[in-house]
């Protein structure tokens, strides 16, 4: 029977009214009408997020200022309306201030939830309305919080901010190194189960083609920051950092094929380690780029046109912020990855999910589609969450932190020169993290070795 009119509106309304404030988000169930509940939970917050970076890209973008005071009644200074004065500071709502005050609201947001959600076990939680759904009320939130951070004055916002903003990076940047960890695990145990299955060899030559381009890509990595990133009389510390990394990922692709860790694992193998090699060696180039002297950590710009851009002193040019330089936009390619796996993963490995999620598995159920014709998401975690509702938010406030420190190039702000000054404080946070990195990929690896009583699976 056809709908009428009315009938149709009032189902419209409906579905809105559902998608903004109900228990489950609706927002996505037409693209994927048998979506879990707790999966399409992540993926929302995920676009909070992301829209976040997306706000903050477009504030940092080179002659943005200069737009918006060419909006007549809008910039301090800018383009007036006869018999109205412009009250916008404009220098606050662009540049590197705006990204500081986007991280800042964003990084406050999830924090919030993640102490809210603590110790959520279930579905039938009354906090968990709040984790599932509200959408609109959250937004509204989020938006009150980014408005308030606007009028923090300066002072030493920046400074005290910049500080929290590499200890929260540090911690993102283990987390990026478990998820890939976890995600060339699962990628390794798919393909071998798949070539058993079938006799296929295709998915051995898949695996080995991955991992003999990934170790390829590591070397080269390697041979490139000794030409460019070091010098024969200068340049130390790249040296140690470079020798020292290659080393330590050449010890952990050696443990991980011993006979008595492929005993223990299985599906441990060659390929996790050259991904996590590959990305100590970025680890690696993003800390030498945020190293003060320019005579070891030449611009990509002169490399390819063989430009001397050595700083001279007194060069105050050089101290302001390289808005869109490659390691920026690969740390973006990688966060966005990163963000996007830890919405939508299911991992197999008991060990991340200790990290990851919460020992609970959730009920394996399917979509349905309710009587108004709509699919709904079904709720998965009525006998036990899938996923920690606190990590993940605790997971999204230091990727906050991250976005906010890349997006300045990981520069300290001094406010009273509208600089930004690099420092080797960014360097060792960086190297710090991929050793650490390194011993947790390690750890993963012989820990079921010496304690062989204990499920690592």
Same mark, same amino acid.
């Given at each position: ?49 992301? @829209? ?209 860790i492929q005993e223990a694992q299985p599906h441990s193998g ?29 611009? @990509? ?94 997971? @999204? ?61």
């Open positions: 029977m056809p709908l009428s009119s009315f009938d149709l509106k009032e189902q419209v309304a409906r579905l809105a009214a559902s998608c903004l404030c109900g228990s489950a988000p609706c927002l996505l169930c037409g693209c994927c009408p048998s979506s879990k509940n707790s999966t399409i939970t992540r993926l929302v917050f995920s676009c909070f997020l992301l @829209l976040g970076t997306f706000v903050s890209v477009i504030m940092i973008l080179p002659g943005m200022e200069t737009q918006l005071r060419k909006i007549p009644g809008f910039c301090q200074g800018g383009t007036s309306i006869p018999g109205l004065e412009n009250h916008m500071n404009c220098d606050v709502i662009v540049g590197y201030k705006s990204v500081y005050r986007l991280g800042f609201a964003m990084t406050c947001f999830f924090f919030l939830f993640s102490v809210i959600m603590v110790c959520v076990r279930s579905s039938r939680d009354p906090r968990a309305v709040l984790q599932n759904g509200v959408w609109f009320l959250k937004f509204l939130v989020l938006l009150a919080i980014t408005v308030g951070a606007f009028y923090i004055p300066d002072g030493t916002f920046h400074t005290v901010w910049f500080y929290i903003g590499m200890v929260g990076s540090f911690l993102f940047i283990i987390i990026q190194l478990i998820l890939l960890i976890d995600f060339a695990h699962s990628w390794n145990k798919v393909w071998v189960e798949k070539a058993e299955s079938s006799d296929n060899k295709c998915w051995f030559a898949g695996l080995l083609s991955f991992t003999i381009t990934y170790y390829a890509l590591t070397i080269t990595a390697v041979v490139l920051f000794f030409i460019y990133y070091t010098k024969p009389d200068d340049c130390t510390e790249h040296k140690v950092f470079i020798s020292l990394n290659l080393i330590l990922c050449v010890i952990v692709s050696i443990v991980a094929i011993l006979p008595k060659l390929l996790q380690s050259s991904l996590i090699s590959l990305y100590t060696m970025y680890v690696t180039w993003s800390a030498m780029t945020n190293n003060p002297n320019r005579n070891c950590n030449p611009s @990509l710009l002169s490399l390819v046109s063989n430009v001397n851009v050595t700083e001279t002193p007194g060069d105050e040019t050089s101290k302001h912020v390289q808005w869109w330089d490659a390691q920026g936009i690969v740390s973006l390619v990688i966060f966005l990855f990163c963000t996007l796996y830890a919405s939508i993963r299911s991992s197999s490995n008991a060990q991340v999910n200790k990290l990851m999620q919460t020992e609970g598995g959730g009920s394996d159920v399917e979509g349905v589609v309710g009587e108004d014709g709509f699919s709904r998401a079904v709720d998965n975690e009525e006998d036990g969450v899938t996923y920690s509702y606190s990590f993940f938010h605790f997971h @999204l406030c230091l990727a906050s932190l991250y976005i906010m420190m890349t997006l300045t190039n990981w520069y300290q702000p001094d406010t009273s020169t509208q600089a930004m000054y690099s420092l080797m404080p960014a360097v060792w946070v960086k190297m710090s993290s991929s050793w650490l990195g390194l011993g947790i990929y390690l750890w993963t690896l012989i820990a079921p070795v010496l304690f062989p009583d204990r499920d690592f699976s």
